[in-house]
């Protein structure tokens, strides 16, 4: 009985998901709610980790004004583009962030496995693994939800005292990089290479034009 009792045991500790990291090219959608409703956006992005570069494209409402953002990150350069293709103009930026893969961190605690869909008809259900966890530094709380095979993000809420809850809804995942020009610079952006004089900016403020 003791023998049975530890095997069963061994078996769902060694099932139990363990944080994952995402694939290191994709491309995909992103939906967010912030400050109760007041700001909306919805976004498609192309993610590198390998080269470290993100392309956002970003469609936000805030109250009855919409604000269009498209945005190239280069973090290893420590360069991003603020990029608008209707005036032909492009500011570059001093970026101030390191690059941070898609992944669960490391110390977030595992919460339960939740299918999308249903398991009565094959391929029709997908299997998640949600998770919470707390960044201190920042007074930060989060939970987020990512699928069990690929470890692609579903959703995101994060919590802190400057920003309130801010949710996000991730979706239309393809692998690997669909286009290269995605994170080559238009032909208008300054190719200057001294930026010891540009603006200066990181990765969140760069998202939130609002502040």
């Given at each position: 009985m003791r023998v049975l009792i530890l095997l069963v045991s061994c078996s769902f500790i060694s099932a139990q998901p363990r944080p994952c990291e995402s694939p290191a090219q994709y491309v995909g959608s992103v939906s967010m709610t912030a400050a109760d409703g007041i700001i909306t956006s919805a976004a498609t992005y192309s993610y590198d980790a390998h080269a470290q570069q993100i392309r956002f494209r970003n469609h936000m409402t805030i109250y009855n004004e919409?604000?269009?953002?498209d945005l190239l990150m280069?973090?290893?350069q420590g360069i991003m583009y603020e990029i608008d293709y209707s005036r032909l103009y492009c500011e570059?930026?001093?970026?101030e962030t390191r690059f941070h893969p898609t992944r669960?961190?490391?110390?977030?605690s595992f919460m339960g496995q939740v299918i999308?869909?249903?398991?009565s008809v094959p391929g029709l259900g997908l299997l998640t693994n949600s998770w919470v966890g707390e960044i201190p530094e920042i007074q930060a709380r989060y939970m987020l939800t990512f699928t069990e095979f690929t470890c692609l993000p579903v959703s995101a809420s994060v919590f802190t005292p400057q920003t309130g809850w801010i949710t996000m809804s991730f979706y239309n995942h393809l692998l690997g990089v669909q286009?290269?020009?995605d994170f080559v610079p238009p032909f208008f952006c300054p190719a200057s290479t001294q930026n010891q004089h540009l603006p200066k900016t990181n990765f969140m403020k760069a998202l939130r034009p609002y502040q």
């Open positions: 919409t604000i269009l953002m280069h973090f290893r570059k930026k001093v970026l669960v961190p490391a110390d977030a999308l869909g249903t398991t286009n290269p020009q």
